[in-house]
Structures are given as structure tokens and as C-alpha cells.
């Protein structure tokens, strides 16, 4: 099993930035994706971004250009900068972990970004 372990959720005007991790804990595989999703209410989940342990990224369009994903892999923490926000980036954030057996999530973290 895997437990990832979110934070830096929070509270931010329209413009500004927040900085999200998550640390993977328990039976790690060295080959592995980390990265995140975004469920807002009303929405269907959303891959906003993912971020290989060999350090490939792939983004969603709506966030290329104003987000970016990081990792350390000798911590087992994935990053993600948000910059620019908007209204439209509200939505709770949920860090996960794949590998070949499966993906693991966490409990989510709030980002409400206001006008």
C-alpha cells in the first residue's frame, strides 16, 4: 500500500499562487507517476498534471503555461506551482501514485481561488 500526504491548499485571489505537495509513504516502486487530479463541484475529475520518476511531464491545456510539476525522488514528494489563478482552478486536489499495480490517491486538498 501507498499513503500520499497533502498540502498547501488554501485560500488565494484571482493572479496569485499557491504551491501544492504530497509525499508518498509505505511500499514505493522506483518506477512510478505521481502527479495530480481536480474535482470541482458539479465537474467530472480532471489529470491536471503528471510527473514520471524518470521526470517526464504532461500537463492538462487548461493549466500548460501557469502550473508546473516538480519531483524529489529521493523524498518521494511530487510539487505543483500554480501560478496565474483563476476562479475556474477551484476544486479540490487530489495528489496520486501509480505504478504496475495500480494508482493510490489521497485525501485531497481545497483550492478556492476567488474573484
Known amino acids: 500500500q501507498v499513503q500520499l500526504v497533502e498540502s498547501g491548499g488554501g485560500l488565494v485571489q484571482a493572479g496569485g499562487s499557491l504551491r501544492l505537495s504530497c509525499a508518498a509513504s509505505g511500499s514505493i516502486f522506483s518506477f512510478n507517476t505521481m502527479g495530480w487530479y481536480r474535482q470541482a463541484p458539479g465537474k467530472q475529475r480532471e489529470l491536471v498534471a503528471g510527473?514520471?520518476?524518470?521526470?517526464?511531464?504532461n500537463y492538462a491545456d487548461s493549466v500548460k503555461g501557469r502550473f508546473t510539476i516538480s519531483r524529489d525522488n529521493a523524498k518521494n514528494t511530487v510539487y505543483l506551482q500554480m501560478n496565474t489563478l483563476k476562479s475556474e482552478d477551484t476544486a479540490v486536489y487530489l495528489c496520486?501514485?501509480?505504478?504496475?499495480?495500480?494508482?493510490?490517491w489521497g485525501q485531497g486538498t481545497q483550492v478556492t481561488v476567488s474573484p
Open positions: 496520486f501514485y501509480r505504478d504496475y499495480r495500480g494508482e493510490f
Open positions: 510527473i514520471t520518476s524518470g521526470f517526464s511531464v
